[in-house]
């Protein structure tokens, strides 16, 4: 029953943080110019007579809105591969085997850690698609989503396996099982 909870809490957790992410691009997109202006080239001012729905303005801001929306999804898929792995590494770290085996287990893990380097690297690729209709949005993308996955896969093998190997580390050499 107290795992079902964890579980529980946890889905609760990514989905208020979730909800939190894209309640505040979105609301910083309607409200604040310089956030919106990183997604869409400005100006949506149309000169002489034209139809609005098929101005180069209206397309920019269409183009800046898919820019917005693979922004927020990829920042919210982030996070998800942040929980993935800590559940990962939590139940290795709760299981009851060896040093060795749970380093084994880590090793084998590593995919999980390797997510968002994956993730920023799809958001580089679906930013050619937004490339077709605003050049700056689709850069805007792409060096985003590429940074965001560093700093993800940094921050989790930093301050989630770094440590827990560390520890498994000096807990085989005191059973002696480690050969130099």
Do not use: H, W
């Not at 949506?44 to 183009?63: F, H, M, N, P």
């Not at 993800?152 to 050499?173: A, D, E, G, H, W």
Request: net charge positive.
């Amino acid at each position: 029953m107290k795992k079902f909870f964890l579980v529980l809490l946890n889905i609760v957790i990514f989905l208020v943080l979730a909800a939190a992410v894209a309640y505040g691009c979105f609301y910083c997109y309607e409200n604040c110019a310089d956030f919106r202006a990183l997604f869409s080239s400005g100006g949506t001012e149309v000169l002489g007579k034209a139809d609005i729905r098929q101005s180069l303005a209206a397309r920019s801001e269409r183009a800046g809105m898919v820019a917005l929306y693979i922004f927020t999804g990829i920042i919210i898929i982030q996070i998800l591969a942040l929980f993935v792995a800590m559940a990962v590494l939590g139940r290795i770290r709760r299981s009851g085997e060896t040093a060795e085996v749970k380093i084994a287990k880590l090793a084998n893990a590593d995919i999980f850690l390797d997510l968002p380097l994956y993730i920023g690297l799809f958001g580089s690729v679906s930013s050619f698609m937004v490339m077709s209709f605003s050049s700056s949005s689709g850069q805007l993308i792409a060096y985003s989503s590429t940074l965001i996955g560093i700093i993800f896969c940094t921050f989790m093998r930093v301050f989630l396996l770094y440590p827990m190997k560390s520890k498994l580390i000096s807990q085989s050499k005191a059973q002696g099982n480690v050969q130099e």
